[in-house]
């Protein structure tokens, strides 16, 4: 079982930068697809952006596109999300989430392991 810990939340004016870190003290990323899902005060917990370890494909839900980019280091043992031209909407607590599913997951049904969270406030 993957133990993840994200790192890198805090507070941006909008329009500004900021990176996400999650890392598995338990080293076990290669047997995981990674995701980053976002969950706002009073709303569902929401998928943000996947990638594959084997192949280093990712997807990026729509809201984001173009913003907000997953990746891993070369050792691959950290999968980062970086957040540019940050909105006020992107407030949130942003979670790192692992699956064991070869295809693109959603649902946060599908990932078994979970960060503890960070969170991440835009002012505007």
């Known amino acids: 079982q993957a133990h993840l810990v994200e790192t890198g939340g805090g507070l941006m004016q909008a329009g500004g930068s900021l990176r996400l870190a999650c890392e598995d003290s338990?080293?076990?990323?290669?047997?995981?697809?990674m995701a980053w899902f976002r969950q706002a005060p009073g709303k569902e917990r929401d998928f943000v952006a996947a990638?594959?370890?084997?192949?280093?494909?990712?997807i990026h839900a729509d809201s984001v596109k173009g913003r907000f980019f997953i990746s891993t280091d070369r050792a691959k043992t950290t999968v980062y999300l970086d957040m540019n031209n940050l909105k006020p909407d992107d407030t949130a607590v942003y979670y790192c989430a692992a699956s064991p599913h070869g295809s693109w997951r959603y649902g946060v049904g599908d990932y078994t392991a979970w960060g503890q969270g960070t969170q991440v406030t835009v002012s505007s």
């Open positions: 338990s080293r076990q990323f290669g047997s995981y697809n």
């Open positions: 990638i594959r370890w084997r192949s280093g494909s990712a």
